[in-house]
């Protein structure tokens, strides 16, 4: 069996390739100690539709946008990029903002460190993945987005004790989801923790605020496989001094909250913890307030529509990107052993319900179906394969992988990848 599943493997990697000889499109290599490459604000001006942005060491990206056309942005084997205003505190909204997409076009982020992303009507498809994505005004907010895909993203809500003239950097949801359909697969997402009653010379007030939740959710549909959700804990109350008031714990955050709009919402083996509650701290000789803590957080809290489980444990799948020409392509599919799965791949995108799948097909119309058997005792199938020549004049090639299991008969969709090829000379 292991036989048959290599040569499907290196079928598929020669498969890639041959699909994508026609595809045209060129690579711009961001790397800020290279006098030959170019700047992260460089790569976007020249960056026509379709192309990919190949980063390196790009310099600070505050207030970017990418609107109105197909990129990957891709970090390079053996560097983490950040990208983000570099700002310590990100009130004047310079985080990545991703936008205006059209049908049929698409934006990547793969392997990146991204200080606050902002997704706002795109009827194409956003996809990020292998990335950390963290802000305090929520660290990732997408409204009316058609089709956004997150595998193996981290998000951080955060708080940030600094002050300004304008007040203070709230602490900020981790996800913030607003008519938006989308996609999750082992994405551990946190809200941020709220901050205990705090005097601020700055502003000659005492400051404390409440825990806020791992995903926030308003209208939409969301599918959610795998990963942690944790909301974040309340602040501690205490004396006001400075008008003698009692200020109470503050309430947690929860891991998901379907807060407005009705959202639907599927879970399956989704870890959910609600925040610790904020207590009452200090003294209680107070005129006015209350002594009260706060309420924890719950696992799962919903306001608005409803939410389905499927049982079973989810499979993962990993797939090592971006790789070069005549480079090893590795991949893992982990999941119970013995757990019939299947391979799907396509150079296209998209999103599909299929009654004979529950889940979504990330590929659109698979091009190539492999089956690849049960998984083996150790419960992860690893495969390997040499990427052939790209051909003459070809950059990259790009295609989307997802895994599917078979359980009792039925075919449950599981995680995607993007997967990059790039020319050896790259």
Not at 72 to 96: F, H, K, M, N, R
Not at 223 to 238: A, D, F, T
Not at 253 to 282: E, F, K
Not at 330 to 346: K, M
């Given at each position: 069996m292991q036989t048959i599943r290599a040569l499907l493997f290196t079928a598929l990697a020669t498969a890639v390739v041959a699909a994508s000889s026609a595809a045209q499109g060129a690579v711009h290599i961001v790397d800020v100690t290279d006098p030959s490459a170019l700047s992260w604000q460089e790569a976007l001006s020249v960056a026509a539709d379709g192309d990919v942005i190949l980063l390196r060491k790009p310099s600070h990206a505050g207030g970017t946008h990418i609107l109105g056309k197909s990129l990957q942005v891709v970090a390079d084997t053996g560097y983490e990029p950040v990208l983000g205003s570099g700002e310590t505190c990100d009130i004047t909204g310079q985080e990545i903002t991703i936008g205006a997409l059209a049908p049929g076009q698409r934006v990547v982020l793969r392997g990146v460190e991204v200080q606050g992303l902002f997704l706002s009507n795109c009827d194409g498809q956003v996809w990020v993945e292998d990335s950390l994505v963290y802000d305090e005004q929520p660290a990732l907010r997408a409204m009316y987005c058609a089709d956004l895909v997150l595998h193996d993203v981290e998000i951080q809500g955060m708080y940030q004790s600094v002050y300004d003239m304008y007040g203070t950097c709230w602490v900020g949801v981790g996800l913030d989801l607003f008519d938006t359909s989308?996609?999750?697969?082992?994405?551990?997402a946190t809200g941020g923790d709220g901050l205990s009653l705090t005097y601020s010379s700055d502003l000659g007030a005492y400051m404390y605020t409440s825990g806020l939740h791992g995903i926030q959710i308003q209208g939409g549909s969301l599918w959610?496989?795998?990963?942690?959700?944790q909301g974040g804990n309340g602040g501690n109350?205490?004396?006001?001094t400075q008008w003698n008031q009692c200020i109470p714990g503050m309430d947690a955050g929860h891991g998901l909250l379907l807060q407005a709009g009705s959202p639907?919402?599927?879970?399956?083996?989704?870890?959910?913890?609600g925040g610790a509650a904020g207590v009452y701290v200090g003294s209680t000789d107070c005129s006015s307030g209350s002594t009260a803590d706060g309420a924890p957080g719950f696992g799962v809290?919903?306001?608005?529509?409803?939410?389905?489980?499927?049982?079973?444990?989810?499979?993962?799948?990993h797939v090592a990107s971006p790789v070069r020409e005549q480079q090893v392509l590795t991949a893992s599919v982990s999941g119970p052993a013995g757990l019939p799965v299947i391979l799907l791949a396509s150079p296209t995108f998209g999103k599909l319900s299929l009654v004979a799948v529950s889940g979504p097909l990330l590929t659109g119309i698979p091009q190539l179906v492999l089956p690849l058997g049960p998984l083996p005792a150790s419960g992860t199938l690893s495969l390997q394969a040499a990427v052939p020549e790209l051909g003459a004049?070809?950059?990259?090639?790009?295609?989307?992988?997802?895994?599917?299991?078979?359980?009792g008969g039925q075919r449950i969709a599981g995680p995607a990848t993007s997967l990059l090829l790039l020319d050896s000379g790259l």
């Amino acid at each position: 069996m292991q036989t048959i599943r290599a040569l499907l493997f290196t079928a598929l990697a020669t498969a890639v390739v041959a699909a994508s000889s026609a595809a045209q499109g060129a690579v711009h290599i961001v790397d800020v100690t290279d006098p030959s490459a170019l700047s992260w604000q460089e790569a976007l001006s020249v960056a026509a539709d379709g192309d990919v942005i190949l980063l390196r060491k790009p310099s600070h990206a505050g207030g970017t946008h990418i609107l109105g056309k197909s990129l990957q942005v891709v970090a390079d084997t053996g560097y983490e990029p950040v990208l983000g205003s570099g700002e310590t505190c990100d009130i004047t909204g310079q985080e990545i903002t991703i936008g205006a997409l059209a049908p049929g076009q698409r934006v990547v982020l793969r392997g990146v460190e991204v200080q606050g992303l902002f997704l706002s009507n795109c009827d194409g498809q956003v996809w990020v993945e292998d990335s950390l994505v963290y802000d305090e005004q929520p660290a990732l907010r997408a409204m009316y987005c058609a089709d956004l895909v997150l595998h193996d993203v981290e998000i951080q809500g955060m708080y940030q004790s600094v002050y300004d003239m304008y007040g203070t950097c709230w602490v900020g949801v981790g996800l913030d989801l607003f008519d938006t359909s989308a996609v999750l697969h082992d994405v551990k997402a946190t809200g941020g923790d709220g901050l205990s009653l705090t005097y601020s010379s700055d502003l000659g007030a005492y400051m404390y605020t409440s825990g806020l939740h791992g995903i926030q959710i308003q209208g939409g549909s969301l599918w959610l496989s795998g990963g942690v959700l944790q909301g974040g804990n309340g602040g501690n109350g205490g004396l006001d001094t400075q008008w003698n008031q009692c200020i109470p714990g503050m309430d947690a955050g929860h891991g998901l909250l379907l807060q407005a709009g009705s959202p639907q919402v599927m879970l399956r083996g989704v870890t959910a913890a609600g925040g610790a509650a904020g207590v009452y701290v200090g003294s209680t000789d107070c005129s006015s307030g209350s002594t009260a803590d706060g309420a924890p957080g719950f696992g799962v809290q919903v306001s608005s529509g409803a939410v389905q489980e499927l049982s079973g444990t989810p499979i993962q799948l990993h797939v090592a990107s971006p790789v070069r020409e005549q480079q090893v392509l590795t991949a893992s599919v982990s999941g119970p052993a013995g757990l019939p799965v299947i391979l799907l791949a396509s150079p296209t995108f998209g999103k599909l319900s299929l009654v004979a799948v529950s889940g979504p097909l990330l590929t659109g119309i698979p091009q190539l179906v492999l089956p690849l058997g049960p998984l083996p005792a150790s419960g992860t199938l690893s495969l390997q394969a040499a990427v052939p020549e790209l051909g003459a004049g070809l950059q990259f090639a790009s295609w989307t992988l997802q895994v599917i299991s078979i359980e009792g008969g039925q075919r449950i969709a599981g995680p995607a990848t993007s997967l990059l090829l790039l020319d050896s000379g790259l």
